[in-house]
């Protein structure tokens, strides 16, 4: 019998991530994540919210690959439509950004803006890291642009 210890070098832990919030946000941990964060107040009826998660992957996949992997969170939701995808740089760390409406009576009206980006970190490992953002359907342009650059705010590795 023997004992493994994690993390080490042959058994990395998470990378490191960074966020930047509006004044008066917080944050704390969430299940199945990294951490969340909640604006102090609601905004058309939702406290919008950014939620960032680290899944452990193969250091071959690309982003369209990691794209496609979470396109499919959202695809069997009633109502939700991709409404814009483009590539964006995380400081220096190119990233994918998706944005998706969300209208269906049994869960509500929103918009869901996510960014991924890939930490490869050897040795055949990679980190797939995510934020979600989630506001109202019905938020005023400047939150909408406001929660925008919360997720393109997202760094990791050393930059975080």
């Excluded at 996949?61 to 964006?88: N, S």
């Excluded at 400081?91 to 998706?98: A, Y």
Aim: glycine share 8%; charged share 20%; hydrophobic share 45%.
């Amino acid at each position: 019998m023997s004992t493994v210890s994690y993390p080490t070098e042959s058994l990395p832990g998470p990378v490191p991530v960074s966020l930047e919030l509006p004044t008066g946000w917080s944050t704390g941990p969430a299940p199945l994540s990294a951490f969340a964060a909640v604006a102090p107040e609601e905004v058309a009826g939702v406290y919008s919210n950014a939620v960032v998660s680290i899944a452990r992957i193969d250091e071959a996949t690309g982003l369209d690959e990691l794209g496609e992997m979470i396109a499919q969170d959202l695809a069997d939701v009633p109502g939700a439509v991709m409404i814009d995808e483009q590539r964006v740089d995380l400081d220096g760390v190119p990233g994918l950004l998706r944005v998706t409406e969300l209208d269906a009576p049994e869960v509500g009206a929103y918009q869901v803006i996510q960014v991924a980006t890939l930490a490869k970190l050897g040795d055949g490992v990679a980190d797939a890291v995510t934020v979600t953002v989630t506001l109202s359907l019905s938020a005023p342009a400047d939150h909408v642009e406001a929660c925008r650059q919360i997720a393109k705010s997202l760094k990791v590795g050393t930059a975080a």
